[in-house]
C-alpha cells in the first residue's frame, strides 16, 4: 500500500514538473512567435517561469531576437533532474546519462506538439463561435499558431468559407509525435516513461 502511494506521489510531481515544462514551452513559443509580450496571459506566464529561467539568462540569450535559449535550457535541465530524482526516488537507480537527455529532448518536443495541438483546437472552435474575439486569451493563441498556419495557407489557401489548413496541421503534428517524439521516447529508455502528462 505504501509503495503504490509513493508511485501515485511520483506520478503526481512528474505531472506537475510536466505542466511547468508546458508553461516554459509556452513561455519559449510566444516569444518565437513574436505574441504580444504586453498581453496579461504572456505576462503571467513570464511572471511564473521567470525564477526558473533567470538563472540561464547571464550566460543564454535569445537568437535572432525570437528563439529564447535560456527559456529551452531551463526546461531540459529541469526535466533531466527531474528524470534523475523521480527514478532515484522510485529505487530505478541511476540511467545513463545519454536516456536521461533524450528522454529531457522528448518531453521538450511532446509538450511543444501539445501546445500547438490544444492551440489549434481553441482556434478553430473560436472561428466557429467568436471569429472576430477581442479577448486576450483569443489574440493570444491567432499570435501563436500563425507562424505554423501561414505557410500552409500559402500552400492550401482558403476555399471560400473552408479552410483546410488546421487539417493539414494536425496531420504533421501527429506525424512529427509518432515518428520523431515516439522514437525519442523508445530511445530514452525508463526515461521515456516520464516523458509527456
Known amino acids: 500500500m505504501g509503495s503504490q502511494m509513493g508511485n501515485a506521489g511520483l506520478l503526481l510531481i512528474n505531472s ?18 513574436q505574441a504580444d509580450y504586453y498581453n496579461p496571459i504572456s505576462q503571467s506566464v513570464v511572471k511564473v517561469t521567470q525564477p526558473v529561467v533567470r538563472p ?3 550566460f543564454l540569450g535569445p537568437v ?6 535560456a527559456t529551452l535550457a531551463a526546461a531540459f535541465v529541469l526535466k533531466a533532474v527531474s528524470i534523475v530524482i523521480i527514478l ?31 492551440a489549434l483546437i481553441v482556434m ?9 474575439a477581442s479577448h486576450p486569451g483569443a489574440l493570444l493563441i491567432m499570435q501563436l499558431v500563425e507562424p505554423i498556419m501561414a505557410p500552409v495557407r500559402r500552400v492550401i489557401p482558403p476555399l471560400g468559407m473552408i ?33 509527456g502528462l
Open 16 to 33: 506537475l514538473i510536466n505542466i511547468y515544462l508546458f508553461l516554459l514551452m509556452l513561455r519559449f513559443l510566444l516569444q518565437a512567435s
Open 56 to 58: 540561464f539568462q547571464s
Open 64 to 69: 535572432m531576437g525570437r528563439f529564447d535559449l
Open 88 to 118: 532515484q526516488v522510485a529505487g530505478i537507480g541511476m540511467p545513463p546519462v545519454t536516456q536521461v537527455a533524450i528522454g529531457a529532448l522528448a518531453a521538450i518536443a511532446n509538450a511543444i506538439l501539445k501546445i500547438y495541438f490544444f
Open 124 to 132: 478553430i472552435i473560436l472561428s466557429w463561435v467568436a471569429p472576430n
Open 163 to 195: 479552410d483546410l489548413s488546421p487539417i493539414v496541421v494536425f496531420i504533421a503534428i501527429s506525424l512529427v509525435d509518432g515518428i520523431v517524439v515516439g522514437s525519442l521516447t523508445r530511445a530514452a529508455g525508463i526515461a521515456g516513461a516520464l516523458v
